[in-house]
């Protein structure tokens, strides 16, 4: 089947790790992508590209604002814990405060970027969410996480 041999020919690309946040009816919801990079410089754009099955799609057709988080290398357990569902994701062992507008902000990542979303573009079973950064705030310099032959790892 091609959408299988497309998987596998797709493992050998490292990807970026994100976690993407919004605020929703029912409290803060977050997802973990693979599928996240930058879409313009004029103006400042980004994409992150979320499947329309994953249970934050419905907060995320819809919402004015999300958050991104870069993750670094040492953040598998957060990339593992907004990747799984049913998880408590906002639960307890997880660091994060709203913004003034209530999304949800993770405070441990190194980059962090609060975004006003432009455009939902559906390509085939995602959504391309486009945002413009109207916010970001770095720390440390720490090698990111990457997806790559299916596991988390770093290019450091």
Known sequence: MIAEELRCALRHHPQAVAIITAAGPDGPIGVTVSSFCSASMHPPLVVAWIGTKASAWPVLSAAPLFAVHLLGTEQRGLADLFARSGADRFGPGTTWK????????????????????????????HVALVGAPVEITSGQEVPPLVRHQGRWTSVA
């Open 98 to 125: 709203p913004d003034d507008d209530g999304v949800p902000h993770l405070l441990d990542p190194p980059v962090r970027m609060r975004c006003r979303a432009v455009e939902r573009i559906a390509v085939g079973d």
